[in-house]
Structures are given as structure tokens and as C-alpha cells.
């Protein structure tokens, strides 16, 4: 099996763009949970999945962003386990041997600060979800969109036992510079605590838009020696009429390249909003 580091040896790689936009684009309605479309409409999420393979993308992840049995307690460990397979396995047919499948695991949605989970459930269902996506052949595991240091390292233990490379990224939205997670970790305390959780790679996803990952991206880069994964969304949103709106440009984006490439970026690619133009943006700008 070979290593992230291996992977890099080429240069930096483009990743995916949002799924839930493009999930939603396909009619998911808003509020529903998109993991379960594994089972229900795998054709439209293989869609997703084939759409940014051939915009360019050398990494697409799975549709498995919430499939854990805290989040998800009301579906059986039957069901989560054929939801993530199924994630692994859709995203692997449209990647064929052009991309690398690295599958999703997001947060728990509880916070263990305030004792709302304890960390053995955390650990087991991190865990439990990590077995079922590393099972059916995905390259790494994502733990991303985090928030508390302490659920993510949770998180990284738990994804490791399976073997294969794990990549941690944090969502940095809060605090006046936008440059904290929303439990008020910054991107040094982020990096340290990664490296000592054995994360093979460390980074941000989501959270602010691209002209404001770069410093994150720089600072992340100099607090360690992992490879950077950079995922910003497609910048903040407006509710328009009812529904979410990200008016960032695929060119305004992919105008930013350089600069978190400069940053020490070893993955780049896109959040919220955004949509395989986005990557074909990115594709060009690499050049």
C-alpha cells in the first residue's frame, strides 16, 4: 500500500468540488440526510463522482460525510455499514484508474467538551465506519470538517487501526480573523495535535472561502511537516428566496491557486458551492 508521500511525488493534486450542492442540483431536497442515496440513488450519485472525475480530479471522495451511528442513530449497523460500502463502492466505478477514492468520515455532531457523548461511543462508531469504508477498498480515509482537536483525534486513532492513510482537516470559521474552528482551535494547535495523532496528512476544508485558506494553508505548512489538503467552500453563503446561494466565481477561485500552492499546498481543490467547473478552473491554473 503505498503512502500519501507516494502519491505526492508527482506534484500537488487536484481534488473534488462540493457534493451536497451537486447532490442537491440532482434532487435531494434540502434537510435530507444525502448518505442514504448510496442505497437509493446510487446512478445520480455516481453522477456526482464521474462528473469531477472527468473535470479533472485526481481525488473524489465518497458520499458518506454523516454515515456514523451517532449522527445516523436511528439506521441500523446494518444499514451504516451498506451505506459506506456502497459510498466506496460508487465512487471507485466512477473513478476507474484515473482518480484515487479517499471516503469521507465528517463529525459526530456531538460535542465531548460538553459531555454530550462520551469518547468510547465516539471511538467506537469513528471506528466501526472507518472498518466499513477501508473494507471495500478506498486509497484513505478523510476525517474532515472538524471542529473540537479532541473528536478528530478521536477520530484519526480510530480511522488508523484499519491500515490505511488518514488525512485530518478542520473547518476554521470563527474568531475575528476567521481563523479558528468554532471551538476556538487554530490552525498551529490543529497541526500539532494531528502530527501527535499519527494523521498522515493535515489540513482545512469548508468553513471560510479561498482568498482566507491561504494564510490558514501557510500557517498549517509551517506548524508541521505533513502534506496540506486545502478544501475552501466556494465562498459565504446567502439565503436567496429560501434557498443557499455561493456567489464565488470558478475563475475568482482558481485565480487563487498559485497563492495556496505558494502556501505549501499539497491538495487543492473545493468546498460548498462549488461544481466540477470549479476543478476544470483549478486543472487550467495548474497548468
Not at 460538553?114 to 471506528?127: D, M, R
Amino acid at each position: 500500500m503505498s503512502g500519501i508521500r507516494d502519491w505526492l511525488s508527482g506534484g500537488l493534486l487536484i481534488t473534488d468540488g462540493a457534493w451536497g450542492t451537486e447532490l442537491q442540483a440532482r434532487g435531494l431536497e434540502v434537510g435530507l440526510v444525502p448518505d442514504t442515496w448510496n442505497l437509493t440513488h446510487a446512478d445520480r450519485v455516481e453522477s456526482v463522482a464521474r462528473a469531477y472525475v472527468e473535470a479533472g480530479s485526481q481525488i473524489v471522495l465518497t458520499n458518506t460525510f454523516r454515515a456514523n451511528s451517532i449522527t445516523l442513530h436511528e439506521l441500523s449497523v446494518e444499514q451504516l455499514d451498506a451505506i459506506n460500502r456502497a459510498g466506496v463502492a460508487i465512487s471507485k466505478k466512477a473513478a476507474g484508474d484515473k482518480a484515487r477514492v479517499v471516503a469521507s468520515i465528517g463529525p459526530t455532531g456531538k460535542l465531548l467538551v460538553s459531555g454530550e457523548v462520551t469518547p468510547e461511543a465516539v471511538s467506537a462508531a469513528f471506528a466501526a465506519q472507518a472498518a466499513s469504508l477501508a473494507a471495500v477498498g478506498a486509497d484513505a480515509l478523510l476525517i474532515e470538517t472538524m471542529s473540537e482537536i479532541e473528536e478528530a483525534r478521536l477520530a484519526v486513532e480510530a480511522a488508523k487501526r484499519t491500515g490505511l492513510p488518514v488525512i485530518a482537516s478542520f473547518a476554521f470559521d470563527s474568531g475575528k480573523n476567521k481563523d479558528r474552528t468554532m471551538m476556538g482551535a487554530n490552525p498551529e494547535a490543529v497541526a500539532v495535535a494531528m502530527v501527535e495523532a499519527g494523521a498522515d496528512a493535515v489540513g482545512a476544508n469548508c468553513g471560510v472561502g479561498v482568498e482566507l485558506s491561504i494564510p490558514i494553508c501557510a500557517r498549517l505548512h509551517a506548524a508541521c511537516d505533513l502534506p496540506i489538503w486545502i478544501k475552501p467552500n466556494a465562498g459565504l453563503p446567502t439565503v436567496e428566496a429560501g434557498a443557499i446561494h455561493y456567489h464565488t466565481s470558478a475563475e475568482f477561485f482558481a485565480a487563487h491557486f498559485v497563492a495556496l500552492r505558494d502556501a505549501g499546498a499539497s491538495f487543492v481543490g473545493a468546498c460548498c458551492g462549488s461544481t466540477p467547473e470549479f476543478i476544470r478552473a483549478l486543472v487550467a491554473a495548474r497548468g
